[in-house]
């Protein structure tokens, strides 16, 4: 079966500084992952995702992750935050081995400090 | 286009009305999904449409109808809700459902059952 992990409901940080988000997967198959931002009253809107290609993968607005196969991970991060990134981050895998379902984590809500 | 059209976007209903959502793409793709989302979680997979057929139940109550009249659209008939039921109802697409590249999720309809 496949879950997600993400670390930490909440992460507080000031503008221009690093965001790191944290996802830890589980999967039985090589697994598809990605990361959707969700601002309030809104759908979600996929951010990246990792597909087996390149390990770093970018995506809009600034944000990358990297896929760890060792450590399960694929955190989400940007160099420099801005007051427009303040929104509920979720990190998804999904594979074949689970009719391609995508499954969701618990979501981290990430604040940014002027 | 790369949206996902959902209406309406807004709706309050009494637990005998019958209501519809309504969902529409018109990207091409072939794979279309129903999740439900509460306040602070992530969403949960309801249905999943693939060529227009439907190809997945998460073992949702039959006061909750989907529909498919075609590539574009996607409905979700609703009759005898509870207020447990509400939410906001998410409709997503993605070019297949077993090619993993994403999915594109509409804005939502927040529903209310009074």
């Known amino acids: 079966a496949q879950s997600v992990t993400q670390l930490g409901s909440h992460v507080s940080v000031s503008e221009g500084a690093l965001v790191l988000l944290r996802c830890n997967y589980s999967?039985?198959?090589?697994?598809?992952l990605f990361w959707y931002v969700q601002y309030p009253n809104q759908g979600l809107q996929l951010l990246l995702k990792?597909?087996?290609?390149?390990?770093l993968v970018k995506g809009i607005n600034g944000f990358e992750a990297e896929f760890k196969k060792s450590e399960t991970s694929f955190h989400l991060t940007k160099p420099s935050a801005h007051m427009s990134d303040a929104a509920e981050y979720f990190c998804?895998?999904?594979?074949?081995?689970?009719?391609?379902?995508?499954?969701f984590g618990d979501g981290t809500t990430l604040t940014v400090k002027p | 286009d790369t949206e996902v059209t959902q209406t309406p976007k807004h709706l309050v209903m009494g637990m005998t009305n019958k209501k519809s959502l309504k969902c529409e793409q018109h990207?091409?793709?072939?794979?279309m999904y129903w999740y439900k989302q509460k306040a602070k979680k992530p969403p949960e997979l309801m249905f999943v449409?693939?060529?227009?057929?439907?190809?997945i139940n998460e073992s949702v109550p039959s006061r909750f109808s989907p529909e498919c009249p075609n590539s574009s659209l996607l409905n979700l008939h609703l009759h005898a809700l509870q207020p447990e039921d509400s939410a906001l109802y998410l409709c997503?697409?993605?070019?297949?459902?077993?090619?993993?590249?994403?999915?594109?999720f509409g804005s939502g309809t927040r529903l209310t059952v009074v």
């Open positions: 997503a697409s993605s070019q297949d459902r077993l090619r993993q590249e994403g999915y594109t």
């Open positions: 999967s039985s198959v090589p697994p598809y």
């Open positions: 990792y597909t087996s290609a390149a390990t």
């Open positions: 998804a895998v999904s594979d074949i081995a689970n009719a391609g379902k995508s499954t």
């Open positions: 990207m091409g793709h072939r794979a």
């Open positions: 449409y693939s060529y227009e057929k439907l190809s």
